[in-house]
Each structure stands twice: as structure tokens, then as C-alpha cells.
């Protein structure tokens, strides 16, 4: 163990565990440093060998979940390439969409978006055929013939 020199480091891949000796009380104590969910880890160890090990098992795991963080599984994959092709026509990106609609089912909570949508046109519509009075006062007048409205009302509205 004289030919060791600290901090004795661990690497595997991106993931880097350094091992600090770290003598108290006149007894020897290492010291694995790493970082792990964004929190610094200290664990302590009375042999070098046991830190040594457990540095390994670390990067090891921290490797995993690395790995598993960055790879999508065959139907996250699909369900992504799906939302892309589905939106894409649009311009809008993923991110963009996801909080469009998150912000939409806030507002509107088990109601589709769908149906909010079709309400809205139907108030607001976007494409309206241009015609001229005369024609829109005879189709108003007919549309109250075939309702069965009174002769005194049509005469009001003519």
C-alpha cells in the first residue's frame, strides 16, 4: 500500500470516484468521493481494499443508470418518433407541444382538448363565406319560414 499514491482515482467511462486516504485518530481511514443525483457522497472505509472494491461497484451502478437515462426503450422510441411525425407539420417542437398541452388540461382538467377546440370554432368560426346582405337576409327569412315563425315576426324581420 506504500506505492499508492492519493487520491487513488477509479474511472469507468464519464464517471470518476476518487479514494482519499484519510487517517484519524491515528488509525488508516479512506475516503470515497463521488457525486450521485446531484449530491456528494463520502462513504468511509477502514481498508483500502473494501474502498477499492466498493469504488468499483459504485462507478459500476452509477454507469447503469447513466446508461439507462440515455437509451429509450423500443416503445418510448416509437411513441417519440410517432409525436414527431405527428407534429412536425405544425413547426412546433416537442417540447413546445407537451407544454401547450399540459398548460390546456390544466385549464380544462378531464374535458378533451378536442371537444374545447371544436367549441371554439363553432363560436369563433375562421373561414366564413363572404355574401352579400340581400342574400343573408333572404336565407335568415327562409330559415324562419321553415321554423314556423308568425307572419307578424317575418314581417318585422323583412
Given at each position: 500500500?506504500?506505492?499508492?499514491?492519493?487520491?487513488?482515482?477509479?474511472?469507468r467511462?464519464?464517471?470518476t470516484i476518487?479514494?482519499?486516504?484519510?487517517?484519524?485518530?491515528?488509525c488508516?481511514?479512506?475516503?470515497?468521493?463521488?457525486?450521485?443525483?446531484?449530491?456528494?457522497e463520502?462513504?468511509?472505509?477502514t481498508?483500502?481494499?473494501?474502498?477499492?472494491?466498493?469504488?468499483?461497484?459504485?462507478?459500476?451502478?452509477?454507469?447503469?443508470?447513466?446508461?439507462?437515462?440515455?437509451?429509450?426503450?423500443t416503445a418510448?422510441?416509437?411513441?417519440?418518433?410517432?409525436?414527431?411525425?405527428?407534429?412536425d407539420?405544425?413547426g412546433?417542437?416537442?417540447?413546445?407541444?407537451?407544454?401547450?398541452?399540459?398548460?390546456?388540461?390544466?385549464?380544462l382538467?378531464?374535458?378533451?382538448l378536442?371537444?374545447?377546440?371544436?367549441f371554439y370554432i363553432?363560436?369563433?368560426?375562421?373561414?366564413?363565406?363572404?355574401?352579400?346582405?340581400?342574400?343573408?337576409?333572404?336565407?335568415?327569412?327562409?330559415?324562419?319560414?321553415a321554423?314556423?315563425?308568425?307572419?307578424?315576426?317575418?314581417e318585422?324581420?323583412r
Amino acid at each position: 500500500m506504500k506505492n499508492k499514491t492519493f487520491p487513488y482515482v477509479v474511472r469507468r467511462w464519464s464517471v470518476t470516484i476518487k479514494i482519499y486516504r484519510t487517517p484519524s485518530h491515528g488509525c488508516e481511514s479512506f475516503t470515497l468521493s463521488y457525486y450521485q443525483d446531484g449530491v456528494r457522497e463520502r462513504p468511509a472505509f477502514t481498508d483500502f481494499d473494501l474502498a477499492k472494491a466498493e469504488a468499483e461497484a459504485v462507478a459500476n451502478r452509477l454507469i447503469r443508470t447513466d446508461a439507462d437515462i440515455l437509451t429509450l426503450t423500443t416503445a418510448n422510441r416509437a411513441a417519440y418518433l410517432r409525436a414527431r411525425q405527428l407534429i412536425d407539420p405544425f413547426g412546433v417542437s416537442l417540447e413546445a407541444a407537451a407544454a401547450q398541452f399540459a398548460d390546456a388540461r390544466t385549464i380544462l382538467g378531464d374535458i378533451p382538448l378536442s371537444h374545447a377546440a371544436e367549441f371554439y370554432i363553432k363560436r369563433h368560426p375562421v373561414k366564413l363565406e363572404l355574401k352579400p346582405v340581400k342574400t343573408v337576409v333572404a336565407e335568415l327569412l327562409a330559415a324562419k319560414e321553415a321554423d314556423g315563425c308568425s307572419e307578424h315576426y317575418l314581417e318585422c324581420l323583412r
